[in-house]
């Protein structure tokens, strides 16, 4: 049977072979005609999460470069797709954005860890009198049961574990505060001090911030106001004084620092 001649050949894309590399097979579900929104926004997730993650186990270092390129074959995704990412981890000061040298892991200065905790022991010191205020019984309770949480993790999980218990109870006290405007903003800086502590805190702290949570959480019962917001100070001042923003050079490939090897 004889060909049809090239002028009466239907029109369209020449038929190409595909590719197997991951990254053209999320750019190939596009061009056949497949939603990839869902897909793209949990991988996008997935590559989000695999780096805060990393950051806060401390896998990732500070000043740790993470170039496009490397991310792209990592995920198997396209480099639109990564910037993106990137660009959110830059919004919550988890990586910084160089110009023309790309993405590496966040590196708080002295005076940057200052300033954020001045302003988190300002909106704390905000928050302790209303918390005294609001605070019912039941609210008594179920702290006292977050911190029996927290000394249980003290002895049985990682110090990252605990942090991130030790981070919810600042939050919990937020929302006792009943004003959503102060657990907004203390939400975004707890968020910036975890990290930071996640980066520079050196291990073995957990007893002592049990401690000084058990203190703020006694004057908070007793109905002591000023005593609860001096207990808080001292506690962000010890919390702030333990850090040491001299970070240990990776060795290690990025692969293996992002749990993927």
């Known amino acids: 049977m004889s060909s049809l001649p090239s002028a009466s050949r239907p029109r369209g894309r020449p038929k190409v072979r595909p590719k197997v590399g991951p990254a053209s ?15 793209g926004d949990a991988i996008e997730t997935r590559i989000y999460q695999a780096v805060v993650d990393s950051v806060m186990s401390q896998r990732l270092t500070p000043g740790t470069k993470l170039p496009e390129a490397a991310l792209c074959e990592l995920f198997g995704v396209g480099r639109t797709l990564v910037q993106k990412v990137l660009q ?9 954005l ?6 590496i892991v966040a590196m708080p200065s002295r005076e940057e860890v200052g300033k954020l905790f001045e302003a988190r022991r300002a909106l704390e010191a905000a928050i302790m009198p209303l918390v005294v205020e609001h605070a019912t019984k039941a609210d008594l309770t179920a702290l006292r049961r977050q911190l029996k949480e927290e000394h249980h993790a003290m002895h049985r999980y990682k110090q990252t574990e605990w942090a991130r218990l030790a981070s919810s109870f600042h939050l919990r006290l937020a929302e006792l505060s009943r004003n959503t405007i102060l657990q907004r903003y203390l939400g975004e800086l707890v968020s910036r001090c ?14 002592c911030e049990h401690d000084e949570h058990q203190a703020v959480v006694d004057c908070i019962a007793a109905r002591d106001a000023e005593g609860a917001v001096r207990a808080m100070e001292a506690h962000l001042l010890v919390l ?4 040491n923003l001299i970070a240990e050079k990776p060795g290690k490939s990025l692969a293996h620092m992002l749990g993927m090897e």
């Open 240 to 243: 702030e004084n333990r850090i």
């Open 25 to 39: 097979l999320a750019v190939n579900d596009e061009s056949l005609g497949i939603d990839t929104a869902d897909t």
């Open 194 to 207: 975890s990290l930071v502590v996640a980066l520079f805190e050196p291990p073995g702290n957990a007893s």
């Open 88 to 96: 959110k981890l830059a919004h919550d000061h988890i990586v910084e």
């Open 98 to 103: 160089r110009p023309n040298r790309g993405a």
